[in-house]
């Protein structure tokens, strides 16, 4: 269904897969959180790969177990991948 203008009438009608349309979003490795890369404050670089977060909980609890939460990126990375 439509709204004005051809618009979808609800927010959850302008989204696909959890995302709105619009720029890429990041997700935080630690809580999983949308982050936009562009307007992040928070931001580690880890073995040449940029790693964004919600905030500053976030970056401390990667910077205690980077590996552990790099590998569970990887695994997020390789489930949504499609063939």
């Known amino acids: 269904m439509e709204g004005r203008q051809g618009l979808p009438k609800r927010a ?21 959180t949308p982050v936009n ?4 404050f928070w931001m580690i670089w880890y073995k040449g ?14 910077d205690r177990k980077p590996e552990e939460y790099r590998e ?5 990375r390789e489930n949504e991948r499609i063939y």
């Not at 989204?15 to 979003?25: H, N, T």
């Not at 890369?37 to 992040?40: K, L």
């Not at 790969?49 to 990667?62: D, K, L, R, S, V």
């Open 49 to 62: 790969t940029p790693y964004y977060f919600c905030g500053e909980e976030c970056q401390m609890a990667f």
């Open 72 to 76: 569970r990126a990887l695994e997020r």
């Open 12 to 32: 959850s009608d302008g989204f696909k897969s959890g995302r709105a349309f619009g720029p890429a979003m990041a997700l935080d490795p630690v809580c999983g």
């Open 37 to 40: 890369p562009h307007s992040a």
